[in-house]
């Protein structure tokens, strides 16, 4: 019982550290305006991610472009990693790192954001995918842990959850996901 209420304390102690830092609450609130403009101004929003990430990205765009509190209208999301005849076949023919950078070359336009969830913020094939981000024009948002990783310097918004264990940054990874979520859907769908 113990191992059980030392690990839900701990995701409960990385949240309290994300509720106190007026930095990082800032940014997801600077997030929801961007990408409730960005489907405003006709734009798409398009996640990737790996394993767990890989995960939480398509739990998130489906937020989008389901529904999450309101019945309405679909909104422009897709998680890149969802074709595996895509995935399989450039991952055998050119590289894993390039499955995303790839797919952004080709559908990514100016104005559209790439939101990218990586914990160390060093996954390869994310960090090739927000340097073609840039160079198509778009809006790059890092989720990651502590330190951001390679992913940093890169990020238009950077969500850096302010731990170093892999789990608890998932957690609140889908937990500001969510928020982010639910606020775009309000704003958006306000008028």
Known sequence: MNIIKDIISASIAVKQQVLSDEKLLQTVADVTNMVTEAFRNGN?????????????????????????????????????????????????????????????????????VLVGLSTSGNSKNIVL?????????????????????????????????????TPRIQESHILLGHIICQLVEAKYFSN
């Open 129 to 165: 995918a927000f340097e073609q981000a840039k160079a198509n024009g778009m809006v790059t948002v890092g989720f990651t842990g502590a330190s951001g990783g390679k992913m940093k310097e890169l990020s238009d918004y950077l969500i850096n959850v302010p731990s170093a264990d």
């Open 44 to 112: 798409k929003v398009l996640f990737c991610g790996n394993g767990g990430s890989a995960a939480d990205a398509q739990h998130l765009a489906a937020e989008f472009s389901g529904r999450f509190y309101i019945d309405r209208d679909a909104l422009p999301a897709e998680a890149l990693h969802t074709n595996t005849s895509y995935l399989t076949a450039v991952a055998n023919d050119y590289s894993y790192d390039v499955i995303y950078a790839r797919l952004i070359k080709g559908l990514g336009n100016k104005g559209d």
